[in-house]
């Protein structure tokens, strides 16, 4: 099973910005639809933003606007930039590769994400 590769969390202050970063294979990347997903403690899992393979973007109504997830597929990378944070938005955020081999899925570890003053 791949591993995803994930970095950028921590600590920000409301209103601050991060930039989190996720690298899969080529040959997983490139037959993905690419994702990022958060837990809270306490809450279900839910979807931040995806996109597809052709650069097609989906976002749920807590991100738009202040969040922008982007790839490299070159790099074999999907990057989501959070601006604006806001408290609500601490939680563990996970990396997702949905492969069209199977419909299956691919997690990363998950990094935390802390908007505190």
């Known amino acids: 099973q791949v591993q995803l590769v994930e970095s950028g969390g921590g600590l920000v202050q409301p209103g601050g910005s991060l930039r989190l970063s996720c690298a899969a294979s080529?040959?997983?990347?490139?037959?993905?639809?690419m994702g990022w997903y958060r837990q809270a403690p306490g809450k279900q899992r839910e979807l931040v933003a995806s996109?597809?393979?052709?650069?097609?973007?989906n976002y749920a109504d807590s991100a738009k606007g202040r969040f922008t997830i982007s790839r490299d597929n070159g790099k074999n990378t999907v990057a989501l930039q959070m601006n604006s944070l806001k408290p609500e938005d601490t939680a563990v955020y996970y990396c997702n590769a949905n492969w069209v081999v199977g419909s299956r899925d691919f997690w990363g570890q998950g990094t935390q994400v802390t908007v505190s003053s």
């Open positions: 996109i597809t393979n052709r650069g097609i973007t």
């Open positions: 080529s040959s997983i990347f490139s037959l993905s639809t």
